[in-house]
């Protein structure tokens, strides 16, 4: 039974990433009064790049070839470590909160690496502005979760997601502070308006889409699934510990069904907000964005201020 | 065998060891690949031993003192290897074994163009002296050996002579380390006369007697004099300048280990003999940390000197050992002792990962600069090809510095930071410093990361940016080996964390603060944890995780993608060749993070245009930047010396040659003696 529910929970986060992916595309093409693609077309998508031959560059050398299965293997492991399916099944010694945010920074380390092993102009140049709101971002995303920690006496996410439920109404408004500050974080860490545009090539702006160019065939599958577990990730960080109704505290089969749909309801309703905010803001100029980020940090810090 | 290691003789065999190396390169040293072999096995053999000796006195908790005789009451000279020592002599003697090593295929580049007898002499009194500061145990022998040390490294930074820029290295590291021994010894000689013993032990005894304001101005006298040492943020003005000089067997030293003395002694002074302090010392040490670790990763990140930037790292590293020691002596003045421990272990914790990473990264950095005969990554770029096994090490310890798991840094980040959330609960207004302190430490691992994606992309990856890329050639199995091991260490001490945190729980509840205290955490090799569950970690669960993540997305692709082709062909390049000018470079990788950060770093930046036509200003012929960062704690240094030089200038008046003006002068002198002696 058990194993049956950790393939579950391993599964849930590759194997679902490219529908929020796909919906919020949708949802953006509605604002913009398009119909838009299904929200099934990036598994498609998948499909034929895996089905694709790949094209490397001559100058690129071994860390462009490993790096997409370390940041696809980095957010397989992480979805190992949250609470997802129940969060009685999750209570293992790596679900800490520091030990999520640096398999991210892992990740992006050799993300950044592969965007500079090519040689080219904009890989390069990606890479700096990635590293930079990287190590912007960390303050805000380690406080924000910090006040959650600090709440509920525990650095272990799934336990954090137990006590969350149970919380007295004077802790409102520290979470919601903290909220605000994972939101600013969860923008710039999955390459959201108004950090980076995830829907154009060749802007001048662009991050993540910049690093990942020279890419192509089965490695360019590989880096755009991660970059939709990575964002499914972060959506289920934000709902299962901000919001968190309906998850499953035992291993029951009746309750992780009904956790799972639920969880599914959120992150859909979190994709929503996120298209809307994208479909009614501008990207922000690139050295506005630490000020952004530094609000971010801020808010943590007021977070804490609130519940010491 | 335990009992010879544990013996007197064992301890000073391995100083004759280290004495034979030393003379005997220096007698062979008409014949460099002789004084080479010769002074480096020494030194190797000489750290084995100690090593050795380190461990057994860990694993079997006696704690020898071995005592030089002599007949003056006030020379006592006497070694003692407690746990805090033995700690930091088996750090110290694995980098050294494993420099040696390395040096003995390093230095061949410098045969021929330097004496390398005279460079083995000074290399293993170096490394002698650096293992007898941590393992001395009388005021006079540790000044001794101190000054040693100290002596030594200065001939060692100054070593490669032909270049100007490491005369003036030397040179102002000769003055500040100087400056620190004149605080070391004020502190010492206050010790003295407060408590009348010469050794630590009895200080510790007599620490009753030293009253409150005396125990502030030793704190202050022995954090300014040790903080030298160690290249605490404002004191580390030395540092930058004379790592990068010395060869890099002796940068990795200095980086990984020498600094440390300077933390041993802090640790020593602060959990050993000097009473508990007010809660202000801990603050001052926390606030310390923070500084010293924000500035010195925005300073590595300005600079692409391959070896400067790993200096200011060293800053960094200092910071985040200072943040946990910091959180200890808070602690301790709050009387929470089980929470104090668990700072200082995150302190010696990352004591020992700061040496394994920062020699690797230091050796790594020397294979290329040896390589290349330039220290600035400008002009490296995709070394991957040339020097593979080189550039893999170098990966492994900018991932392990970067604090990323599952490798050994991660770990004492971690326990850094479970120090200092439990600060948060605290209640008293320092909370808030806490607080601070995580921020600075978030922003320094991110910062790291950052910095090691530009040290990694910039000198390893993409295309050569320079004609003598293609010539490098990775040349020593013995480097190689050297460089190796130490990755392999950093990947083993991650995966033990648990454990080595328990045998560390062991040493910091031997000093004289946690006699009997029992850190807040369970420590075990399957996984740590501390405050009561608060936080718990699994390294080897950690590291096996994202090895599984790794072969299931090698798997995944296997199976989705088996029958597809690749094909090599070029960068897309916008449809004009790619010249070696379109990559970006080292300085335009960190760009944007100096503009972010340029209220902090105040960077210059001045502009050369040259026109076809100058009274037109159409079109540049030529345009130069100059984009610098100068280290801004230069100018209280130059103010300082400047005050220094008129003071010298004005006391000249008094030396005017005039042998009766001289005479009055020990009159004077004389009845003042008088005048004094009877009031």
């Known amino acids: ?308 | 065998m335990a009992t010879f290691l544990l013996s007197q003789s064992g301890f000073f065999s391995m100083c004759i060891l280290f004495m034979v190396g030393a003379f005997g390169s220096l007698a062979w040293m008409h014949d460099d690949v002789v004084a080479n072999w010769w002074g480096n096995s020494f030194a190797a053999l000489g750290s084995l031993v100690a090593f050795l000796c380190a461990t057994t006195v860990l694993m079997s908790g006696s704690t020898p003192t071995y005592t030089i005789p002599t007949s003056f009451p006030l020379l006592q000279l006497s070694f003692h290897l407690d746990f805090l020592s033995a700690f930091f002599m088996a750090v110290v003697s694995l980098i050294a074994f494993l420099c040696s090593l390395y040096a003995i295929g390093y230095v061949r580049h410098l045969f021929g163009h330097y004496n390398i007898g005279l460079l083995g002499f000074f290399y293993n009194f170096f490394v002698l002296g650096t293992l007898a500061v941590v393992t001395a145990h009388t005021i006079t022998l540790f000044l001794i050996v101190w000054e040693i040390m100290a002596l030594t490294s200065y001939f060692l930074v100054s070593f490669e002579h032909r270049n100007k820029e490491n005369i003036r290295a030397g040179f102002l590291y000769f003055i500040m380390t100087h400056t620190g021994t004149a605080f070391i010894l004020l502190s010492f000689l206050l010790l003295y006369q407060a408590t009348g013993a010469q050794d630590f032990t009895n200080m510790h005894l007599g620490s009753a007697a030293i009253s409150p304001t005396l125990a502030s101005i030793i704190f202050l006298t022995s954090l300014i004099g040790f903080g030298i040492k160690a290249g605490i943020v404002p004191l580390h003005i030395w540092l930058p300048s004379a790592h990068p000089a010395a060869p890099s067997q002796v940068s990795a030293l200095m980086s990984g280990v020498m600094i440390k003395t300077g933390i041993y002694m802090l640790m020593r002074m602060y959990f050993d003999i000097l009473p508990p302090g007010p809660v202000w010392w801990g603050v001052m040490i926390l606030a310390l940390g923070a500084t010293s670790s924000l500035l010195g990763v925005l300073y590595a990140l300005t600079e692409h000197d391959f070896k400067r930037l790993l200096a200011y790292h060293s800053i960094e590293n200092i910071g985040i050992i200072l943040l946990g020691m910091g959180s200890a002596l808070i602690f301790t003045s709050y009387h929470q002792p089980e929470l104090a421990m668990l700072g200082l272990m995150a302190a010696l914790f990352h004591t020992l990962n700061h040496a394994i990473f920062k020699a690797l990264l230091f050796l790594s950095a020397g294979a290329t600069v040896s390589q290349m005969h330039t220290r600035n990554i400008e002009k490296y770029g995709g070394l991957i090809r040339y020097m593979p096994v080189t550039a893999a090490c170098f990966l492994i310890g900018s991932m392990a510095i970067s604090g990323l798991p599952p490798f050994n840094g991660f770990f004492s980040e971690w326990l850094t930071f479970q120090g200092m959330f439990a600060g948060v609960s605290l209640a008293s207004p320092m909370k808030f410093l806490f607080v601070l302190s995580i921020v600075s430490l978030a922003f320094t691992s991110g910062l790291a990361a950052a910095c090691f994606v530009k040290a990694f992309g910039a000198a390893f990856l993409a295309r050569p940016r320079s004609d003598a890329v293609v010539y490098a050639r990775e040349d020593s199995l013995l480097m190689k080996a050297s460089m190796a091991t130490l990755a392999l260490l950093t990947v083993v001490v991650g995966f033990g964390a648990g454990a080595i945190s328990n045998v560390l729980a062991t040493i910091a509840g031997t000093t004289a603060r946690f006699e009997g205290v029992r850190a807040m955490g369970t420590f075990s090799l399957p996984a740590a944890s501390v405050r009561d569950g608060f936080a718990v970690l699994s390294m080897p669960l950690l590291l096996s995780i994202v090895v599984l993540g790794l072969v299931a997305a090698w798997a995944l692709t296997e199976v989705a993608s088996r029958k597809q082709k690749s094909v090599i062909d070029l960068t897309w390049d916008c449809g004009t060749a790619l010249t070696r000018r379109m990559e970006i470079t080292a300085t335009g990788f960190s760009h944007s993070i100096i503009i972010v950060m340029r209220g902090v770093l105040r960077p210059t930046r001045q502009t050369e245009v040259e026109y076809h036509d100058a009274a037109l200003r159409y079109f540049p012929k030529s345009s130069k930047v100059h984009f610098g960062v100068p280290d801004i704690y230069t100018n209280f240094y130059v103010r300082m010396s400047g005050g220094l030089s008129w003071l010298s200038r004005e006391v000249r008046l008094m030396q005017n040659g005039n042998i009766n003006a001289y005479i009055l002068y020990i009159l004077l002198a004389l009845v003042a003696l008088l005048v004094l002696i009877s009031l």
């Open chain 1, 1 to 308: 039974m058990t194993i049956t529910l950790w393939i579950l929970q391993l599964l849930f986060i590759p194997v679902l990433s490219p529908v929020f992916i796909g919906l919020t595309r949708k949802i953006k093409a509605e604002f913009q009064n398009r119909k838009g693609a299904s929200i099934f077309q990036p598994y498609r998508d998948l499909y034929k790049l895996f089905h694709k031959d790949e094209v490397i560059s001559e100058d690129a050398s071994w860390i462009f070839r490993m790096a997409p299965f370390v940041t696809f293997g980095v957010t397989l492991a992480i979805g190992a470590c949250i609470p997802i399916v129940s969060s009685a099944l999750s209570a293992s010694p790596v679900g800490d909160f520091l030990v999520v945010i640096y398999l991210f920074a892992l990740g992006t380390f050799w993300l950044a690496l592969a965007g500079l092993d090519t040689g080219s102009a904009f890989g390069g140049f990606g890479s700096s502005r990635e590293m930079m709101l990287a190590a912007f971002t960390e303050g805000g995303l380690i406080l924000s979760l910090l006040t959650l920690v600090l709440l509920s006496g525990t650095t272990d996410l799934s336990s954090v997601a137990t006590t969350m439920r149970s919380l007295p109404f004077s802790s409102i408004a520290p979470v919601a502070i903290a909220l605000l500050a994972f939101a600013i974080a969860l923008l710039s860490e999955t390459a959201r308006y108004p950090f980076d545009n995830p829907a154009t090539h060749l802007e001048l702006t662009m991050v993540h889409e910049a690093m990942i160019l020279e890419y192509s065939g089965k490695r360019l599958a590989l880096m755009e699934w991660s970059a939709a577990n990575k964002y499914l990730l972060f959506l289920t960080l934000g709902a299962t510990l901000f919001f968190p109704w309906g998850l499953a505290h035992t291993l029951s089969l009746g309750a992780i069904v009904v956790g799972l749909i639920i969880l599914v309801a959120k992150v859909s309703l979190l994709c929503l907000c996120i298209a809307t905010l994208e479909s009614s803001i501008s990207k922000l100029r690139i050295f506005r964005l630490p000020d952004l980020l530094f609000t971010s940090c801020l808010l943590g810090i007021i977070a804490i201020g609130l519940i010491i």
